[in-house]
């Protein structure tokens, strides 16, 4: 049973950065494409980046793209979120996801537990 656990949040200033991480057990993370979503208080999950198997495809969702990154390292069993010139707006709790390349929840079986990021101005 692939289980997943991500990393690397916490409480940054608007313009800094930070690096994600999602890490992989249970299973080889190689076989599952990767989504990133997030979620803030009060509003629906939503995604954020994708990345497929071999990290040859990647895509973002509009208010993040040209500043957010994702990367895999497929013989760490890891997939990474390079998160720069955060905004308030990104605070939220983000969850890694495996499964099906896509940007619907739903394509992906396997979820993290989430990760606090919370940007203030």
Known sequence: QLQ?????GGLVQAG???RLSCAASGATLSNYAVGWFRQAP???REFVARISTL???TSYADSVKGRFTASRDNAKNTVYLQMNSLKPEDTAVYYCAAGTYS???NM????GRGTQVTVSS
């Not at 997943?4 to 690397?8: M, R, T, W």
């Not at 992906?108 to 979820?111: G, I, L, R, S």
């Open 55 to 57: 990290g040859a495809s």
């Open 4 to 8: 997943l656990v991500e990393s690397g």
């Open 103 to 105: 940007s619907s929840r």
């Open 16 to 18: 800094d950065s930070l």
């Open 108 to 111: 992906y079986n396997y979820w």
């Open 42 to 44: 009060g509003a629906e």
